[in-house]
């Protein structure tokens, strides 16, 4: 029976990084059992002390921190190697090897990369129009966008489309549905890049029928019929291949996962 851990995640910020480091990390270990507690904005010698405390009231706990301030991060290593707690600093070695790279010290202050910059604002700008732009809203929009998603009932258009807006890029999703009118002018549009999603039918059939069963709608017969969904995705596919629109099939792929197709296909479109 593999031993259950219970791993702190400590960080001197918001903990995002490291919660993806560690996601990332465990995704490695298909055995790894274990219980996660996260500490965001550690930034004191006595909160320190507290998990480490915690830590020695429980059974194989290890830490995974991210602390940039020198003298705290060389304080939690000191506190957990005398307590024989394992402790692993996730950012210590990197931003060392990059300042020896780039010839200058790094400023190692907490929360650096959450400063309001022009980047910031842009992610918050295009958060707002990407949600007002949810589900085939607002489609005579389509000039102020910077991606553009297509693609019939269930194909995780509203969940990529959210994610790209974290990257910054305004995207305006638009189902293929009989009553939605695509504006007329998007094939003739080269700025935008329009991209369209398909997945297989049958896969489709099981999450619409678990979206019926949430919803008590008994009256969407064709919504969850196979050969109807076969059809839908069949002419969706017609529309993009007579448009030179990108394809992504979504089945087997992540939301990051189908963003980072379309990150590289709006990379592959700029260089032309």
């Known amino acids: 029976m593999n031993q259950k851990y219970n791993v702190y995640l400590v960080s001197d910020s918001t903990g995002e990084t490291l919660d993806r480091i560690f996601l990332s990390l465990k995704s490695q270990f298909s055995n790894f059992e274990y219980e996660k507690k996260e500490f965001a904005f550690v ?3 006595q909160q320190i002390d507290k998990i480490i405390k915690e830590c020695l009231a429980m059974e194989n ?12 991060a060389k304080y939690i290593a000191n506190q957990s190697g005398k307590n024989n707690v394992p402790c692993f600093g996730i950012l210590g070695n990197l931003i060392l090897s990059f300042s020896k790279l780039l010839n200058q010290k790094a400023i190692h202050k907490p929360s650096a990369q959450h400063v309001l910059d022009d980047d910031y604002y842009k992610r918050i700008e295009a958060i707002q129009f990407t949600m007002s732009h949810d589900d085939g809203k607002k489609v005579d929009d389509i000039n102020n966008a910077d991606v553009v998603l297509l693609g019939v009932s269930r194909t995780s258009k509203t969940p990529t489309s959210i994610y790209l807006a974290n990257r910054g890029y305004k995207t305006i999703n638009i189902p293929l549905v009989l009553d939605q009118v695509l504006p007329s002018d998007l094939s003739l549009n080269k700025k935008v890049c329009v991209i369209g999603l398909i997945a297989d039918p049958e896969r489709l059939a099981d999450i619409r029928r678990n979206r019926v069963a949430i919803m008590l709608d008994r009256k969407l017969k064709e919504y ?3 050969e109807h969904i076969k059809k839908e995705v069949d002419d969706s596919k017609k529309l993009f291949k007579k448009n030179n629109w990108p394809i992504i099939d979504v089945t087997r792929r992540s939301v990051e996962e189908t963003a980072a197709s379309i990150l590289k296909i709006i990379e592959i479109k700029k260089k032309k």
């Open 224 to 226: 969850t019929d196979v």
């Open 61 to 72: 706990s290890l830490i995974l921190y991210t602390i940039v301030e020198t003298k705290l």
């Open 43 to 45: 930034r004191t010698e």
